[in-house]
């Protein structure tokens, strides 16, 4: 496997991951707002947790990936 076909599907599977992580948020949010409104109070404050700690996961997956793509760009013009 070449450099470029490796990196490539390491990109991918950053913003696979991250798409991942956002659909869970979603799914936990939706979940902690229906509980709110069933006032089950203890069970939405889990999901909401559960779906900030997925949101904070996307984010890390998303920084690390413009990060390496910024070092790639400064790479590419001191090159």
């Known amino acids: 496997m070449n ?9 991918q599977g950053s913003l696979d991951e991250a798409g991942r992580q956002l659909e ?3 799914h936990d949010s939706r979940v902690a707002f229906d ?11 889990t ?3 559960t779906a900030r700690a ?14 390496r793509r910024t ?3 400064e790479d590419a013009g001191s090159g």
């Open 54 to 67: 997925a949101v904070d996961a996307a984010e890390y997956a998303l920084r690390v990936e413009l990060e």
């Open 47 to 49: 999901s909401a947790i």
């Open 3 to 11: 450099p470029d076909t490796h990196g490539n599907q390491e990109v």
């Open 24 to 26: 869970l948020a979603i």
């Open 35 to 45: 509980c709110i409104a069933l006032e089950d109070l203890e069970r939405a404050h």
């Open 71 to 73: 070092a790639d760009e």
